[in-house]
């Protein structure tokens, strides 16, 4: 990662949470539920994790979730006829051998990329939540994963780099992972996910602060439009200690970078 490629955190401070800034003892989770609250972001006015365990569900995600062998089989049709409508679309012929498959292997892979929609966050931790008294940063990077861009439905690879200072609650480091993924095999824009991640983190955890790095390389870039393959787009989103201490995330940022 170059310095000229440093990370944008284009968060800008609601009065409620510059007042916070300047008292860093204030209660951690008062301070979370207050940053959760003025977001202006619809998505967000939720709570993260719901009492099912689906976290930021789409519209139609318990009904993905909650299906018979049945409805998943007419799901998977209505799935393959669409894909064979697009393969007629672009001038190609859907009975042509070399892809008379392609419309079933294509709609089990996107029910693939799109599985973390039905994935309940309660189930994934399970009983990897542990009391400990731990309060020196935990870091895990370089966990790979990828995404379908919601504007193309083409795929952007990310590096996530996840951060947290316990405050009595450590989380096993690949539920750290699983969460990453989870958020990652959905519909997303790259903001979101890392505040996706970030957030839910924040509410399983209740830490003293969360860091979440990501830098992605988006197809839709390199295919079409700019058609740049190397260019690498840089989110991160801080909570807690790592948004009020500068210090604290100059330390998240180096060990990301080493
Ligand atoms: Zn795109």
């Known amino acids: ?61 318990r009904e993905r979730s909650t299906e018979s062998k049945e409805e998943a089989e007419l799901r998977l049709e209505k799935l393959k006829t669409a894909i064979c409508t697009v393969i007629e679309c672009i001038g190609e012929d859907p009975t042509r051998p070399g892809i008379l498959k392609t419309p079933e292997r294509y709609a089990k892979a996107m029910l693939f990329f799109t599985k973390g929609y039905e994935q309940s966050i309660h189930d994934m931790i399970n009983d990897a939540l ?52 989870m958020f990652s095999q959905r519909l997303q824009v790259q ?14 955890l209740k830490p003293q602060g969360v860091a979440v790095l990501i830098e992605s390389s988006h197809m839709c870039m390199a295919m079409r439009g700019v058609q740049k393959p190397e260019s690498k787009t840089i989110t991160s989103y801080m909570l807690g200690q790592f948004r009020d201490n500068i210090k604290t995330r100059e330390e998240f940022l180096t060990l990301v970078r080493s």
Not at 158 to 163: C, L, R, T, V, Y
């Open 191 to 204: 903001e979101r996910l890392t505040k996706q991640i970030a957030i839910a983190l924040n509410d399983i």
């Open 130 to 181: 542990f009391e400990e008294d731990h309060e020196e940063m935990v870091l895990v990077k370089d966990i790979s994963t990828f995404s379908l861009c919601e504007h193309h439905l083409v795929p952007f690879q990310n590096k996530i780099a996840i951060g947290y200072i316990p405050n009595r609650s450590v989380l096993g480091l690949s539920k750290l992972v699983r969460v990453a993924e």
């Open 1 to 61: 990662m170059s310095d000229s490629s440093l990370p944008v955190d284009n968060h800008t401070p609601s009065p409620a949470e510059s007042t916070m800034q300047k008292s860093p003892k204030a209660d951690i989770y008062a301070k979370h539920s207050s940053i959760t609250e003025y977001m202006s972001d619809s998505i967000y006015r939720n709570q993260p994790i719901q009492s099912d365990g689906l976290s930021w569900p789409a519209k139609n995600t």
